[in-house]
């Protein structure tokens, strides 16, 4: 049985703001159009959907977000991302190629920073075997965003994150001069100081990290402690 996605489309066609929109597409640099719709009021109509038409099933998930994925404003792909954070219960391993093709189709910082560590991160730590199949390959991807991702799985883990893997991945792409991925090097590492801060100071320290990715990751560190 298909899900009919339609409604929550022509919703969002009926609260177009055309002020918003550019606002948002200048922020975005241009990658996609917009409804204009802001993240609350888009939440609240995914709500709305949900609470009449349900959730679908997870056979229904694919044809959902490839609906929502191929449309032009990026208010969809975000509601996408809203149905799979709604629908974690029904998640498997047959979901992960639908998420890997999330990550290099339509690629923007907002969705691969949803998908890596929400979808990706959750179905990794749930079925460890993925990992060799996905985010070892994605690591030396000549696509950066599924490096990006590789990066970026395990950012909510705190005290399961795989330190080995996850320092292994980074020495991976110290040389990368890609912006997002000097930026996600620095962020994971940030996070992970959280919950293992002297062993993040020293990897800082004994490595030759890129200086953005250097900078982003003592933040957390800097501010609570001196280095």
Known sequence: MSFDIRPLITAFED???????RQMEQYMRNQFPFFGIKSPERQELVRTFINEYGLPDAEQLHDVVNVLWEQPQRE????ALDMIGKAKQILNERHMPLFEWMIVTKSWWD???TIAPNSCGLLFKNTPHLIDSYAENWITDKNFWLRRAALLYQLKYKRATDEKRLFRYILLNTDSDQFFI??????VLREYSKTAPETVRQFIHEHDLKPLSKREGLKWLNRHSTC
Not at 182 to 187: N, R, V
């Open 15 to 21: 609260h177009r703001n055309p002020e918003n929109a």
């Open 182 to 187: 000097q930026k996600a090097i620095g962020w």
């Open 76 to 79: 969809c792909q975000a509601a």
């Open 111 to 113: 969705t691969v920073d």
